[in-house]
């Protein structure tokens, strides 16, 4: 079976879904409605949330390396202005933003 | 034994989000103390990796954690890390028809007995039923 095509390429600014998740995901509750650039592309797995309901977890999941500002992340945040935080994010919780809004915060 | 050390904060501001999720919230420091596993840990540990591998896949551990991520906070963080998993292992067991409450209690009864003829001191209490059953 054939990996499915990315959505997203390296570079594309991404917000985090905010919705609630019943079961299991695997998107931790403070990246939610935060928005990151795609940094890496980790693969395509089979999907977690159905995985936990005994699914054979089709279609598989693009599974993203996604950076995120600490400042961007955290009230307060009193670090570095560039520190930064990567998280690995499916695909079926990422939406694509426009670039132009964050195009110059996210330079590797 | 030494009563472990845990997390039993409420969860200020957390929003709605599962017991287990709690990045960013505040915990003061991590406690780091290492220590050895007791021979039932190890036990448990092995018993996940045969009951999720590819000979008996009986489920994934993705239904593992979302039988943990179910978990209410008081029942999160009065259970330490092996009792989520030997748990949610017999949770799942159930959910997959492999055993039935009935065999598991049984079995339980049994050994309990068998320690008790035997003069060996019995640990812990029973662990309630309430959050077994699949679901969609």
């Keep these: 079976m054939s990996a ?4 997203f390429r390296i570079g594309d600014v991404v917000r985090v879904d905010s919705r609630m998740a019943l079961g299991h995901c695997r998107t931790p509750f403070f990246l939610r409605g935060k928005t990151g650039v795609i940094v890496g592309i980790q693969g395509a797995f089979h999907d977690p949330e159905k995985l936990a309901y005994h699914k054979p977890g089709l279609p ?3 599974l993203y390396k996604v950076r995120f500002k600490q400042s961007d992340l955290w009230p307060n ?6 520190d930064h935080l990567e998280a ?3 695909e079926h919780w990422l939406m694509r933003i426009s670039a132009e809004a964050r195009s110059d915060s996210h330079a590797a | 034994m030494p009563e472990p050390k ?6 200020q501001g957390a929003g709605g989000r599962a017991a287990h999720d ?6 003061g420091p991590i406690d780091r103390t290492e220590h050895d596993l007791a021979l039932w840990e190890k036990r448990v540990d092995a018993m996940l990796i045969l009951l999720t591998g590819p000979k008996k896949g009986a489920f994934k551990i993705d239904a593992m954690r979302r039988v943990i991520e179910d978990y209410g906070q008081q029942q999160y963080d009065s259970t330490t890390y092996y009792e989520k998993w030997i748990r949610a292992i017999r949770n799942l067991l159930v959910e997959q028809e492999i055993l039935t409450k009935e065999e598991i209690e049984a079995k339980i009864a049994a050994v309990e ?4 003829a035997s003069g060996r001191e019995l640990q812990g209490g029973s662990v309630p039923w309430d959050d077994v059953g699949g679901r969609m």
Excluded at chain 2, 22 to 27: A, E, R, S, T, Y
């Design chain 1, 77 to 82: 945040y009193r670090g570095k202005p560039h």
């Design chain 1, 4 to 7: 499915p095509a990315p959505r």
């Design chain 2, 22 to 27: 709690v990045g960013g919230l505040d915990f």
């Design chain 1, 88 to 90: 690995d994010i499916y």
């Design chain 2, 6 to 11: 845990r997390k039993t904060e409420l969860r």
């Design chain 2, 113 to 116: 007995e068998a320690m008790r």
């Design chain 1, 60 to 62: 598989r999941q693009v």
